[in-house]
């Protein structure tokens, strides 16, 4: 079965117009120049999405946003629908991001209902998921793991329209990352929970991609993993040279 390397970038909330635009007009040149097999996100903040579109024009790389609200519209202030996102050009956007399950008490309810209604507007989704230190210190991270995709992971998910990302929390933003051993470990017991919730044809294609300090210097690893499917990537997609670098180390 074939799956397709994905090379993301979630820039959170990072960048003015001035340094998003010139970020993603490097990294766009950089795919332009280079053969990859890999395929590219890009996911600014929702400020910057309609700006960023326009710097992708012509290249391969797709753009995504960082979260959606479940409604098609109404009286939800501040938020975002999955029209809105799609009107923009958004091909993916990112649902149940650790740092939205913890600052903004998301449940997996919640992402699943997300879930739904970005598929049905033909949005793309990356389903993140991912344990504590406390949770991982006490032999925990398999279990979580595992229920958060029960949880979240929606009964319409297929391996076009869904991409999970597994996000150790204590690795994001730390330079600290598991041991090779261990990321397989836990994408490898994803995928069997994918396999009794979705069936294994579609858990065989569906990519699982990984993030929690990725760079350059550990990306060939990572990426040769037999369950690991790409990356999801914070600080280092900020910095064009190491965004490309990473995607350079996908296996060919
Ligand atoms: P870092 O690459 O900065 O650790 O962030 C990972 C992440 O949270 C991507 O969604």
Not at 51 to 76: M, N, P, S, W, Y
Not at 84 to 96: A, E, S
Not at 183 to 197: D, F, M, N
């Amino acid at each position: 079965m074939v799956r397709k390397t994905l090379i993301a970038g979630n820039w959170k909330m990072n960048c003015l117009t001035q340094e998003g635009t010139q970020l993603a007009k490097e990294i766009a040149a950089k795919v332009k120049a280079e053969k990859f097999d890999c395929e590219f996100l890009i996911c600014p903040p929702f400020t910057l999405l309609a700006t960023i579109k326009k710097c992708l024009r012509g290249t391969k790389i797709a753009l995504g946003a960082q979260d959606v609200h479940f409604a098609e519209k109404g009286a939800h202030t501040g938020d975002i629908s999955p029209l809105m996102l799609t009107d923009l050009g958004c091909k993916y956007t990112i649902i149940g991001h650790s740092e939205r399950r913890v600052d903004h008490q998301e449940s997996n309810e919640l992402i699943n209902q997300k879930a739904v209604a970005a598929h049905k507007a033909g949005l793309n989704t990356v389903i993140c998921i991912g344990e504590t230190l406390e949770e991982r210190e006490n032999g925990r991270t398999i279990q979580v793991c595992q229920n958060e995709i029960f949880g979240s992971v929606p009964d319409d998910a297929t391996a076009k329209n869904t991409v999970i990302a597994y996000e150790p929390i204590w690795a994001i933003g730390t330079g600290k990352t598991p041991t090779v051993a261990d990321v397989q470990e836990v994408h490898s017991a994803v995928r069997k929970a994918l396999a009794k919730k979705l069936g294994k044809s579609t858990a065989d294609k569906m990519r699982i991609l990984y993030g929690g300090s990725v760079k350059p210097s550990n990306a060939k690893e990572l990426l040769a993993l037999p369950d690991v499917d790409g990356a999801l990537i914070g600080g280092a997609s900020l910095k064009a040279d190491d965004f490309i670098a990473i995607a350079q180390n996908a296996p060919k």
